[in-house]
């Protein structure tokens, strides 16, 4: 450890790693370079502790993370090395050693998975903290908005391979009608975009996503959408014959399984729909589409970029909208929407380029071809000396590749079209402004749960004066607490499965239980809401961190109830969230449905499963479009269920849950600890991207008539909606 020192305490990581690493024999390096990583893991982890739970590690968990990490050390030192890591000592690891960082952290232990997903996912910007502006009433210190990386999961830093200096030349048809099918085509008016500022000279999309002819035979790296741009002197050589110490996980055959799409089913947004909708649409479908492809590949171990493979799909069949660049705003996407993929915005028309970080159109301006950008990404894989957070400098594309000696940048193609806002970018985010000065001022309650959830549920209040000591009258519980004993009409699930479920393995009871897949992408997402979803229990063999085990885990957002002025209380979270992350458990009393003398209070507060709204039918959409007609899930394919919980007395923060027309959470009926699936868990998860501190809503669906008994006794009146979305049906 004493070899590893520092020299000086004030060094950046990376430089710390670079001086620590350099001349030093390979194998020696290889020991070094695995404690380093696992030091700086730890000090993320510390961080994340700091930031998020205000407190700092204890030694009973330094004790438990050090013998994992040891374990951890010695994977990666001896076995794996070889197999995994070949680049040399860089600012950044590729894609498939931050993967397979990120896999092996997966399978440590619990800790490092939460943690591994905030930082897989969302690469949150370390030591974002403004001390001076801090107050000691304020629950979180981080700026959310700023804290994304919306790209590729990569762990320690950014692959900067897809920033390669090879702008794709894109342009897009002044307007080409997004129909699938020529019987479309022929049959709709064209939907009428904004019309440019300037005349542009355009190029079809399709220049840009050809139609492959061949399937994707190299590695995650080298996947590309743009094969006709691809540059020679970029690939890398794909087969590798086995060597001793490879590791088995190293060696699956990587393949790739070509997709194609229902074309009967296969339709853009409806001209009728606002632009909002439509990009909801568009979103809805793609991570539908990507979450599925990523869960078939899984089964077949060919798990490559189903981001790409979805987004491909989807433009070989038209399926994007904002076809036209555009000057300004793009119709339907605002300030803070999150982007995780490239491709995304792509579908939706913010950006069109695959690789290039400047999309840009030509323009005749006084009689002489102009090049104007029109969006510009950050990548995060530049260094920036600069330290202000608020200001961007754009200096320039590509000299940052892998494969190449760093170079000085030309002024050339796209870069011309950034000429004239080439300097500096002032951020232009409203919400981050506000939340920043107003949110934190307010705080009524550091933490409704009393230490009852792991991460405190701050009360807030940045509207009136409304304190509400009358809506907390109840007990904090994190579960559902039952009446009666339950009918164990169906055994508890019980695979055999040694370590962790694994998908397409068809010996498990707990793949069969669940229709043959299992419910979860290996990052824990939602791949399909179903009737019924089948965790392991505790007689399962598997272990705790087995993917199949999301929901019966505590909480891991932090949550924050707000006073929403007329809507009463309602929840959000400080957190940026993933579609189909998992939320909260609708935790309460449950009572029976025939019971029917609930209160208005009870009413209030009670969960009943009286019907889905059309957004939750409709969230399924890829894998009905992919292959599986009657994939969906149908009203009729929903039993209704007697559950009725009651959050009046005992409940958590799904109880502050309000209801809105075009909601952004599902609910979804899971089991894990009994076998009456009339009575099962009530589990929240995301519909969509969700930005930080957006109110979480779910569809209260329609109770049934008032007063009716029979089909719904406990009907209670229907109440107007304030939840002014534009498709509002004006009660619930
Ligand atoms: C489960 S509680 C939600 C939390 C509640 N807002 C509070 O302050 O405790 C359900 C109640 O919230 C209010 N509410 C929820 N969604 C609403 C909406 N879209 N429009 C009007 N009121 C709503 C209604 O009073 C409803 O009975």
Redesign the pocket.
């Known amino acids: 450890m004493e070899l590893l020192r520092p020299e000086d305490w004030d060094l950046d990581i990376k430089t710390w790693r670079n001086k620590t690493l350099a001349g030093v024999p390979k194998d020696e390096k290889r020991k070094r370079a695995s404690i380093m990583i696992y030091t700086s893991w730890e000090l993320w982890k510390e961080r994340n502790r700091r930031i998020f739970q205000q407190q700092a590690a204890q030694p009973k968990q330094e004790e438990r993370t050090k013998a994992l990490a040891n374990e951890f050390v010695a994977q990666l030192t001896d076995v794996c090395w070889d197999k995994c890591i070949t680049g040399s000592i860089g600012s950044s690891f590729s894609r498939s050693e931050a993967s397979f960082v990120s896999s092996k952290l997966h399978q440590s232990n619990t800790n490092l998975e939460i943690d591994g997903r905030l930082m897989v996912e969302y690469r949150v910007s370390p030591w974002r903290t403004r001390k001076s502006k801090q107050k000691l009433t304020q629950p979180l210190e981080r700026k959310p908005l700023r804290s994304l990386a919306p790209m590729l999961p990569t762990t320690f830093g950014y692959d900067v391979e897809t920033q390669s200096a090879n702008p794709t030349l894109v342009f897009i048809m002044p307007f080409r009608p997004c129909f699938s099918s020529e019987r479309h085509q022929q049959s709709s008016a064209p939907m009428k975009l904004k019309q440019s500022p300037v005349p542009l000279m355009a190029t079809p999309i399709s220049m840009a996503f050809p139609v492959p002819q061949h399937e994707y035979e190299t590695s995650d790296e080298d996947y590309e959408p743009f094969p006709n741009q691809k540059k020679p002197t970029l690939q890398k050589p794909t087969k590798r014959t086995r060597q001793v110490g490879d590791c088995d996980a190293g060696n699956i055959k990587r393949r790739s399984i070509r997709r194609s799409l229902n074309k009967d089913l296969v339709s853009c947004p409806s001209t009728s729909e606002g632009p909002s909708e439509s990009v909801e649409v568009i979103m809805t479908m793609f991570d539908s589409l990507r979450r599925r492809i990523l869960q078939l590949d899984e089964k077949e171990d060919a798990c490559r970029r189903a981001d790409l493979k979805a987004g491909t799909l989807m433009m070989q069949n038209g399926l994007r909208i904002n076809n036209m660049k555009i000057i300004g705003p793009v119709p339907g996407v605002e300030i803070g929407d999150i982007f995780f993929f490239r491709i995304e915005m792509c579908i939706v028309g913010l950006h069109a380029p695959g690789m290039a970080g400047i999309d840009y159109i030509s323009a005749k301006h006084v009689g002489k071809d102009e090049t104007l950008a029109v969006s510009i990404i950050s990548s995060g894989g530049y260094e920036n000396d600069d330290n202000d957070s608020d200001v961007l400098v754009y200096t320039g594309q590509g000299g940052n590749s892998r494969h190449k000696e760093k170079h000085d940048q030309k002024l050339e193609k796209a870069e011309t079209g950034a000429r004239t806002a080439r300097w500096n970018f002032s951020l232009e985010d409203d919400r981050e402004v506000e939340t920043e000065s107003r949110a934190r001022d307010k705080v009524i309650l550091r933490d409704l749960s009393s230490k009852i959830e792991n991460l405190p549920v701050c009360l807030v209040n940045d509207v009136d004066d409304e304190e509400?000591p009358s809506?907390f009258n109840f007990n904090y519980i994190t579960g559902v607490k039952y009446s009666r004993a339950l009918n164990n009409m169906r055994p508890l699930q019980s695979c055999n499965c040694p370590n962790v479920c694994l998908p397409g393995d068809i010996n498990c009871s707990c793949v069969q239980l669940n229709g043959g897949d299992l419910p979860y992408s290996s990052t824990g997402l939602l791949v399909k809401h179903v009737p019924m979803l089948y965790e392991c229990s505790s007689n399962c063999q598997c272990s705790q961190n087995c993917r199949n085990r999301v929901s019966q885990k505590c909480v891991y957002l932090n949550f924050e109830v707000f006073w929403?002025g007329?809507?009463?209380?309602?929840l959000r979270s400080w957190d940026p969230i993933r579609a189909g992350a998992f939320i909260c458990e609708y935790a309460g009393h449950v009572i029976d449905e025939m019971h029917t003398n609930m209160d208005d209070k009870e009413?209030?507060?009670?969960f009943q499963t009286s019907g889905f709204g059309d957004k939750v039918l409709k969230w399924n959409v890829g894998a009905e479009l992919l292959e599986e007609v009657g994939g969906n899930v149908t009203t009729e394919s929903l039993k209704k269920l007697p559950i009725v919980i009651s959050?009046k007395d005992s409940g958590n923060v799904a109880?502050?849950?309000?209801?809105?027309?075009s909601p952004n959470l599902l609910w979804q009926p899971v089991q894990y600890d009994h076998g009456d699936d009339s009575y099962p868990h009530i589990m929240f998860f995301a519909m969509k991207h969700i930005p930080p501190l957006t109110e979480l809503?779910y569809d209260?669906g329609t109770r049934g008539t008032p007063g009716v008994k029979g089909e719904f006794p406990n009907a209670c009146k229907l109440?107007?909606?304030?939840?002014g979305s534009t498709n509002c049906r004006g009660s619930?």
Do not use: Q, V
């Open positions: 509400g809506s929403t007329d809507r009463g209380w309602g009413h209030e507060y009670a959050a109880r502050f849950l309000n209801h809105s027309c809503t209260y109440k107007p909606c304030l939840c619930f």
